[in-house]
């Protein structure tokens, strides 16, 4: 197995092998189709990134892959041009969904299969295997630039100083995280240079990041899910350091599970907390609007290792470095070597020849004749039994022929099954793909969903018996907005007046939005107009609301000779906010309403 794969002559055996409870090491299978070269798995790049972490084989479609199949629990096989790693806890015998197929219809899908056969081996490594120092050279301390990450985030092509180019493998860095999450492209590292093997050990530049330093009591944090039930996630703020966080610190509606609002894999924003001491986490206490710390760098140098959207359940596929083709299975030698003649030769005499027997004349007739009735005799005999021959394969033929036709008939049922498996087979893997594709919007779902009960919420926690009148709330909250927004040294430059209106549907309007930010976005927005910061402000679009859509349609008046304006609250989004205000003959700001892009009225 010098290629580092080994080539299948038994799927029966193999799938022993596979079922078998004594094995050490995952065990990746990649099936190839004799007919469909274009998009077979390379196998051989496969064994070159994870064949010491486990054993891979290689597996002709056809005959060997059939008995393979039929020795594995249902749905747990390979066919065609596809790939499955099988744990080597067996788990996967009891639900299949954990060793998942990774299917090739086209020469991209081959590439992606590839890498994520050996993101699949590397999910399931827990202890790697020491390199062995025998007959090694020394490593040398080189410096590198990063040029680019393959196999999702587990390898990295680095271009050392000389010119030479080598990897970094993420299962010999520690912590195991993907290294496109820990180092950025064009990012200089130093390391060991291994150079039999070609690889750099960037374990010096480790880096344990200080909880204490990192994070205080109340600010907004990143954090990766990573297990997630009914009633609780596990929140990871970098590796080592996670806590449990109970679904009363996910959502306040008792009737929510915790599934239903936070994804494994997803990267949520948490409120970091501190009880009699203790860490503790929240998903409640979330403001959308507000600064979110940075993640920390698990390496000198290297990037945040969390960021806000990127997910680890996504699997990225785009943009990967190498393409990947199967081997060429027109170069097994399957001929056999021609059979030799047999040495020497039979030397028959001519019956005319030199060496007759000069007494064969004297031989009496009677004696001849005795001979010849001898030799009829014979060929009588063998006559009869060649005859008995015939007549008991005559009665046996009929029996042979029906059999013949039954295997036959036999034959073409079980190719008739085989296709039927094919076919059910792709079908199970597109819905594996659509599957996918609803895990990826329920996630969606599931993170607007947590927003929306957040932003609720807070609407709620804001009106709920602290103030009187919706005005008395909505001139305190216009003040906060103020004060948030306004430097210090700008306060008493844009000074809020002493004297401004709200409209009788002011209030009912801005607080009626329910998504995430709006109303904060509008009482900034109020805060500009009522200081004279908004008419300075381009991004506000401040202009007169005018009676009809016309350039040249008067402005809308009131009776009392107020005039109404329209300023932007958001831009290039669907449904953008207005805010409608009136100004007053004396100059006094009353705010009218807060309306989408469409409505036109005052």
């Not at 393979?68 to 790693?85: C, E, I, M, S």
């Not at 929510?256 to 494994?264: A, F, H, I």
């Not at 009136?582 to 989408?596: A, H, K, N, Q, Y």
Request: negative net charge.
């Amino acid at each position: 197995m010098e290629q580092g794969y080994e080539v299948v002559t038994s799927g029966r055996e193999l799938a022993l092998r596979i079922t078998a409870g004594r094995r050490t090491k995952p065990a990746a299978v990649v099936s190839w189709h004799p007919e469909q070269r274009h998009n077979r798995i390379d196998v051989a790049h496969i064994a070159r990134e994870v064949g010491g972490l486990a054993d891979i084989f290689w597996l002709e479609n056809g005959a060997e892959s059939y008995a393979f199949g039929d020795n594995l629990p249902p749905g747990a096989h390979v066919f065609g041009n596809a790939a499955r790693v099988y744990s080597e806890d067996l788990r996967w015998m009891k639900d299949v969904q954990q060793s998942p197929l990774r299917m090739a219809r086209d020469r991209a899908a081959a590439a992606r299969a590839a890498e994520d056969i050996i993101e699949d081996v590397l999910s399931l490594i827990r202890e790697v295997p020491l390199k062995s120092t025998a007959a090694r050279g020394a490593p040398r301390r080189v410096h590198g630039t990063v040029k680019a990450f393959a196999s999702a985030g587990s390898r990295a092509i680095v271009e050392l100083l000389d010119g030479t180019c080598c990897t970094i493998q993420r299962e010999h860095v520690v912590p195991p995280v993907r290294l496109d999450w820990m180092l950025s492209l064009g990012q200089t590292v130093e390391g060991d240079f291994d150079p039999e093997d070609k690889t750099l050990d960037i374990n010096g530049l480790k880096t344990v990041p200080r909880l204490a330093e990192l994070y205080g009591a109340g600010d907004l944090v990143l954090a990766l899910a990573e297990q997630v039930t009914a009633s609780s996630a596990k929140l990871t703020l970098f590796p080592g350091y996670s806590w449990p966080v109970a679904a009363a610190r996910i959502s306040s509606n008792p009737l929510d599970t915790v599934e239903s609002l936070v994804t494994e894999g997803e990267v949520v924003v948490a409120r970091f907390l501190r009880e009699h001491g203790a860490v503790v986490l929240s998903l409640i206490d979330v403001d959308d609007d507000a600064p979110v710390k940075e993640a920390p760098a698990l390496l000198q140098g290297g990037t945040p290792w969390l960021q806000p959207g990127r997910h680890l359940a996504e699997q990225a596929t785009a943009g990967r470095t190498f393409a990947a083709s199967g081997p060429d299975a027109g170069a097994d030698d399957r001929s056999g070597a021609a059979p030799g003649a047999a040495p020497g030769a039979a030397a028959f005499r001519s019956p005319g020849g030199a060496s007759e027997d000069p007494s064969a004349s004297t031989v009496r007739p009677s004696a001849v004749l005795r001979s010849v009735q001898l030799q009829l005799e014979s060929e009588r005999r063998r006559v009869a039994a060649l005859q008995e021959l015939v007549s008991a394969a005559s009665e046996a033929g009929a029996e042979l022929v029906t059999a013949q036709k039954e295997h036959a008939a036999l034959i073409l049922q079980l190719e008739a099954e085989r296709e039927l498996s094919a076919e059910l087979q792709e079908a199970l893997a597109a819905a594996g793909v659509r599957t996918e594709r609803h895990r990826q919007e329920l996630q969606g779902l599931r993170t607007r969903n947590r927003e929306a009960q957040q932003a609720l919420r807070r609407a709620a926690v804001g009106s709920d018996g602290l103030f009187g009148t919706p005005g008395e709330r909505l001139r305190h909250d216009v003040y906060l907005a103020w004060a948030k927004h306004i430097p210090a040294a700008d306060k008493a430059i844009h000074a809020l007046p002493a004297v401004w209106k709200a409209g009788p549907e002011f209030a009912a309007s801005l607080y009626s939005f329910t998504e995430p930010g709006v109303t904060a976005k509008a009482l900034k927005a109020a805060v500009e107009v009522l200081t004279g910061a908004a008419e300075r402000n381009p991004a506000r679009e401040v202009h007169a609301l005018r009676e009809n859509a016309g350039g040249e349609a008067p402005q809308v008046r009131r009776e009392d000779g107020a005039r109404c304006f329209r300023a932007a609250i958001e831009r290039n989004v669907a449904g953008a906010r207005r805010l409608h205000f009136w100004r007053l003959p004396d100059g006094t700001i009353e705010l009218s309403r807060v309306v989408v892009h469409d409505d036109c009225r005052p």
